[in-house]
């Protein structure tokens, strides 16, 4: 497949106790380990974007790149990481697709649809939505458009994702809620609650 996954994963923790996010623990493995797992069958391969010390996420197994643009300028910046690494390290893969890593019931089958959204709407690029809610951070990216991205954060200080997509032909794909919003993401001790019961439950009806 000709797809870069990408893992967003520079959010910290401040509402849980602080530390990267990636890194709290959910049914007793980080966050991180979910989202690989996750998006590795969906993908090429699996990069990690964060800032830091990369050695940090050494038992993962999988590259870290840092933001290329200085400044903790907001998800976008992760996207562009992903596309000029792709550029430089694995010119065979002509798209990225990001998750965040804070969001461990994303879709299986995420990139299969964002992929298929923008080759039948003729799309330039594709993002999740979910009961009637954009979420712009699970998208799909040609890297092609790294040149434009990188000018839109460095020389026109463009911030908000839909600020930059808006420019283009979007696709929006819609995705089912069922016993839980896929793109449910964890912010606050009491989401991790929830998502560690709803893990504990599907656990038992995967026994059942």
Partial sequence: MNILGVILAGGQARRLGGGDKALKELGGRPMLTHAIERLAPQVGQVVV??????ARFDSFRVPVIADTVEGFVGPLAGVLAGMEWALVNAPEYDW??????DAPFFPEDLVARLAEAVADDAADLACAESNGRAHPVFGFWPVSLAGDLRCALVDEKVRK???WTKRFRLARVQFPIENVDPFFNINRPEDMAEAAALFTSAKTATKV
């Fill in 49 to 54: 974007n964060a800032n830091g010390d990369p």
């Fill in 96 to 101: 990225i697709a990001t998750v965040a890593t």
């Fill in 161 to 163: 994702v839909d600020a």
